[in-house]
């Protein structure tokens, strides 16, 4: 196996074990680096079975943590919903209140 085989193998690795620790830049920066390698013709069968294995892992982690997004970001949109309800029930009886209290 060629230098250039060795180094594209372990920035894979490298950016699933960022993605394990959440760290997306690195991530990022270490498939950056492995496609600057270019086309590695010389790759063998298995070496390329477990960069896909690999890549596989990789989007369907990158699609969980998306999605774990999307339910995080919903929930606070119903937060802001509710605290907006509560933000106008508060005025009501804030201004009921004053109004009273302004006629006695």
Excluded: F
Aim: with cysteine; net charge neutral.
């Amino acid at each position: 196996m060629s230098d250039t085989n060795c180094l594209v193998e372990r920035l894979t690795q490298d950016a699933m074990e960022a993605a394990r620790h959440g760290q997306w830049d690195q991530v990022i920066a270490l498939y950056d680096q492995r496609l600057s390698q270019g086309l590695q013709p010389s790759l063998s069968l298995h070496s390329i079975q477990v960069l896909m294995e690999s890549d596989r892992w990789l989007i369907t982690r990158v699609q969980e943590v998306q999605e774990a997004i999307n339910q995080h970001l919903n929930d606070i949109q119903e937060y802001r919903r509710r605290l907006g309800i509560l933000k106008r029930q508060w005025a009501g009886h804030q201004t009921g209140t004053v109004r009273h209290l302004l006629t006695i």
